[in-house]
């Protein structure tokens, strides 16, 4: 018998909350990541803090893992689509989702990447591409924005 002062037993796990913050260099992704950080209080994890300890492709395998964490966490940077890639090839045909949003940082007007970045830019946004599909068919919620 429950009273009004007892607590109320629920089966419901608690809701994690995973958000993937892509986009080309100097879009605003970790803007975007602090913003979140400050109004939701989630941690952000940052894949720049992985480039002077892993090589390019490494860095995306060790990001790719960072979706498989059962607690509420941004996962931020230009690596980030190809990370969800390698998670959704590890883990197709389960019907599980990499994280529950996953949101595009685009250059706002009059902004783009640098000579130097433009091919990182448009290698991130091809592969953003590619993946939209089956993030959207796993039922992970999908936003473009510019900052």
């Known amino acids: 018998m429950e009273t009004a002062n007892s ?10 909350l995973r958000v993937a913050i892509a986009g080309g260099p100097g879009a605003g992704k970790s803007t975007a990541a ?3 950080e400050e109004d939701l209080g989630l941690p952000v994890l940052r894949t720049d803090d992985l480039k002077d300890t892993c ?5 995306s395998a060790v990001v790719s893992g960072w979706f498989d964490v059962h607690r509420s966490v941004i ?18 045909g389960r019907g599980t989702r ?9 250059y706002g007007e009059g902004r783009g990447p640098s000579k130097k970045h433009a091919s990182m830019a448009k290698g991130a ?5 590619e993946i939209l599909p089956e993030l959207e068919k796993r039922g992970v919620r999908i936003m473009e924005v510019t900052l």
């Open 55 to 59: 090589e390019w492709s490494e860095l």
């Open 7 to 16: 607590e109320a037993k629920t089966d419901e796990a608690p809701r994690i």
């Open 34 to 36: 602090q913003r979140l």
């Open 98 to 106: 990499p994280c529950e949003w996953a949101v595009w940082v685009g």
């Open 125 to 129: 946004r091809t592969v953003w591409r």
């Open 75 to 92: 996962v931020e940077g230009v690596a980030t689509p190809r990370a969800l890639r390698k998670w959704l090839r590890r883990n197709e």
